[in-house]
């Protein structure tokens, strides 16, 4: 996520430690993992004021879909772990580029919703993501490396996600 190793490769060799697990562990995980703080609260709000919300992500869509179910997303995008006989593959579709193709699905989503390219916002944290939220009219770093801090239009040390409402809430009472 600093950008120092290749992604996709090291997607697949984490993905291949996972050869011939039970694909039930996937559940065990989802229902351990927490949702981050001022998650629910932010989409929630973001919702009722009539803005789309999806979530590009280097991790797996099994996990996604879940946030999208239970979220309400408008869309999700992640790399598919392969399962066989109710079994983890060593494979996974990984996109070739996860940092390219954040940028390339902001687009085509905002064209979907027929929304301005100035007016989408994107949130990261990773290296991976600094295309995407160079590509968004609002860029926000949120809890991230280095790296994304310095090249990122606003960064989110400190607050929860709502920190995210707070600075759209400013800049929609710019206007």
Known sequence: MRGELDFTASLRQRVATLKDADASILLQV???????????????????????????SGGFTFFAEY?????????VF?????IRDGKLTATCSAISSMRNIKP?????LAEKYEIPTAQTVAIGDGANDLPMIKAAGLGIAYHAKPKVNEQAEVTIRHADLMGVFCILSGSMNQK
């Open 104 to 108: 390339i699905r902001l687009r085509k």
């Open 78 to 82: 992640a790399n598919e772990l392969e």
């Open 67 to 75: 946030l999208r179910d239970k979220l309400h997303l408008d869309a």
């Open 30 to 56: 989802r229902d351990a993992l927490p949702l981050m703080p001022g998650l629910a609260q932010l989409v929630l709000k973001l919702e009722t004021l009539g803005w789309k919300v999806a979530i590009a």
